[in-house]
């Protein structure tokens, strides 16, 4: 889902390539997001649609930096887990983290957006622990 997002603001933003540009919903010219005349970088919406644009080009890199992590610590530890419950709640906390985090990053919530990592990445910790301890009981 992110990544389709990302996808429509990088037409709004002009950062598709060059090809693209026949394809852009708005027919918004696409340069990759490098060619910008002063007048036109100086137009306010025009700089709304380029953060828009990096913004959830960080969202999806965010995401790929952690959900990966832990979905394979969440797997590996639910084969040793101390307590079923508590891989559970964890599960839960991670998942609620990351789709939280997803959304107060694209409204620009600080620091609900840092609290929204930090569970998720609690959650991942509180995993590996919870792994640990079943594995070493």
């Not at 996808?7 to 693209?20: L, Q, W, Y």
């Not at 696409?30 to 644009?53: C, N």
């Not at 990053?105 to 622990?129: C, D, E, K, M, T």
Request: charged share 20%.
């Amino acid at each position: 889902l992110t990544t389709l997002i990302q996808g429509g603001k990088r037409f709004s933003g002009g950062s598709r390539p060059p090809e693209d540009t026949k394809y852009s919903p708005k027919n918004t010219e696409q340069h990759y997001g490098l060619k910008w005349r002063t007048s036109v970088s100086q137009d306010t919406k025009v700089k709304d649609r380029i953060e828009t644009d990096v913004r959830w080009q960080r969202i999806v890199l965010n995401d790929l930096e952690n959900i990966p992590l832990g979905l394979v610590v969440g797997w590996c530890s639910l084969l040793s887990a101390r307590s079923v419950e508590a891989h559970a709640v964890l599960m839960i906390g991670f998942t609620l983290g990351r789709c939280l985090h997803t959304v107060f990053y694209s409204n620009a919530l600080q620091p609900h957006r840092a609290i929204a990592w930090f569970v998720g990445v609690g959650s991942v910790i509180g995993l590996a622990v919870n792994g640990l301890l079943g594995f070493f009981k």
